[in-house]
């Protein structure tokens, strides 16, 4: 009785080698494995990407602006050099239509602001017993490039020594249509020449010019080294007139 009993009782060892089968072959986990969503996960990383470069594609930085100052403004003349040829500034030729007659027979011309105060400027010495005569007025480049090279030559005249002178092509004030060279009809020995100061049309025009806006252009010791022309005067009664000659003034010394 005491055998039947020892040989119901589970063993508490089993030696190697002899683990019954059923123990054998029981899985080490109850639960099944399951496999890890691989697929579904690339396909975010993926979805995730192109989030992301879109983004960077949509969104830029965008550059810091450059503030530019505005500078402040000055009452004071330029003193940048003006560009001059033996002290002559650049002209341009004044446009035809902008010209009108200034002398009887149309030949001598100014422009109509510079005309119209001329004529009046005239007037006004006529009245004072004095006559102003023009003598010469708008040129054109080819007359100042005749008037420059064909005179240099004839007189055997050096470049500086005739530009102090005489203007060249494409410099002279009288392609502005607002210079004219003004002689005494009463003394027309004095017309062109420094004793042209002593008429008395000269000191008419230097007590009354400025009422007209003419001014003497080169006067003694002018600062563009052009020799003293007691004859030849400009109107500066505008803007434009204005801006153009008062160039001369930043010419380098």
């Known amino acids: 009785m005491g055998k039947a009993n020892r040989s119901h009782q589970s063993p508490k060892s089993h030696p190697a080698g002899e683990i019954p089968e059923v123990i054998r072959e029981r899985p080490a986990s109850s639960s099944p494995k399951q496999k890890f969503p691989w697929a579904l996960m690339s396909a975010v ?38 560009d001059n040829v033996l002290g002559h500034l650049p ?33 006004a010495a006529r009245s004072a017993g004095v006559t102003l005569t023009p003598i010469s007025a708008f040129r054109t ?6 008037l420059f090279f064909a005179i240099k030559q004839q007189r055997n005249q050096e470049t500086r020594q005739r530009a102090e ?45 400025a009422k007209y806006s003419f001014e003497l252009s080169f006067t003694a010791d002018n600062p563009q080294g052009i020799s003293y022309e007691p004859w030849h005067w400009r109107f500066v009664g505008d803007r434009q007139s204005l801006e153009l000659f008062y160039r001369a003034r930043n010419l380098p010394q």
Do not use: C
Request: glycine share 4%; no cysteine; aromatic share 6%.
């Open 141 to 146: 480049v080819q007359e100042q490039d005749q």
């Open 91 to 123: 002209y341009n030729e004044a446009p035809a239509a902008d010209l009108i007659a200034i002398s009887s027979d149309g030949r001598l011309r100014l422009r109509k602001a510079a005309a119209e105060q001329f004529l009046a400027m005239q007037r």
């Open 45 to 82: 990383v993926a979805g995730l990407a192109l989030i992301l470069l879109a983004m960077m594609v949509v969104w830029r930085p965008q550059p810091t602006p450059v503030v530019t100052p505005t500078p402040t403004p000055s009452n004071e003349p330029s003193t940048e050099p003006v």
């Open 165 to 209: 002178v005489s203007a060249p092509p494409g410099y002279s004030e009288h392609h502005t249509g607002y210079a004219v060279d003004i002689g005494d009809g009463q003394a027309p020995a004095t017309n062109l020449q420094i004793s042209f100061e002593n008429t008395q049309a000269f000191k008419w025009l230097e007590n009354n010019a």
